[in-house]
Every structure is written in C-alpha cells, then in structure tokens.
C-alpha cells in the first residue's frame, strides 16, 4: 500500500490530490516493476458520503497493473480503515493507494471521500472515456 504524507493535514485541495496520485501511482510502478514508460495509466472517481460498518469492501479489479485508493475529504475523530487487515488513518487529507482486490472495513460510517480506481489503458479499452483521465 502506498500513502502520501505530502499532504498537508486538513487539505482537500483536488488539484494536489491528483499531483499526489502521480506520485503515488509512480512510487508504486518502481515497486511492482511495471514500465511508465509502456503502460498509460487513467483515473476514474466516485464520491463515497458514507460507508457501513457491518460489511467488508472487496475493491475489484485485477490486481496489479490495477489500483484503487481513496482521497479522504471529511471524517470522525479517530476513523481508520483495514485494508488487508493493515491500519489505515483516516483524516481530511489523507490518500491511499493500493493494488486493487483487497478487503477494505472501516471503523466509522460519516466518512466522507473520493474513491478512485487507477488504470491501464488497456484495461478500459471497452469503457465510456468521458469517465476516465489520463495521468
């Protein structure tokens, strides 16, 4: 998993929240091996207003060359997350990014975030663009 303590505590700036998934997403090519200069990443995005409790999240994908992370914009005091049973904080500005298909739970429901899958290209070659971004 990959995280980005660049970002100053309480930002929601959007802007420097895709700078910080460029990095992210780069930190984690070097990690698995995987050629930028082969592979064109997108970024599509959902707005997550709450979470259950009760249940386990499975992130879906493929698993690597696919991504999934979440850009935190609200939370409780004291919120976190599992993500493979690996603590997660969860914070105004917090950012994560992991290898698609793990088991996410959370500790709070009034959560408040930007979930976001991080793709190749031609992982989506059959998908509506307008929905995708290139990095």
């Given at each position: 998993?990959?995280?980005?303590d ?38 599509s ?27 935190v914009?609200?939370?409780e ?40 899958n ?5 992982m ?11 990095l």
């Amino acid at each position: 998993m990959f995280y980005s303590d660049l970002l100053p505590t309480g930002s929601t700036d959007i802007n420097y929240a895709h700078k910080e998934i460029l990095f992210l997403l780069e930190e984690a090519c070097r990690y698995y091996d995987l050629s930028r200069k082969h592979l064109t990443f997108y970024v599509s995005h959902e707005q997550i207003t709450s979470v259950r409790t009760d249940v386990w999240y499975d992130t879906g994908g493929v698993k690597i060359p696919c991504f999934y992370g979440v850009y935190v914009l609200s939370s409780e005091d004291g919120a976190h997350m599992l993500v493979d049973n690996v603590i997660c904080k969860i914070y105004p500005g917090a950012l994560y990014l992991w290898e698609s298909g793990k088991r996410i739970t959370y500790s709070h429901k009034d959560i408040a975030m930007l979930g976001f899958n991080v793709v190749p290209k031609a992982m989506i070659k059959n998908q509506d663009m307008d929905l995708w971004t290139e990095l």
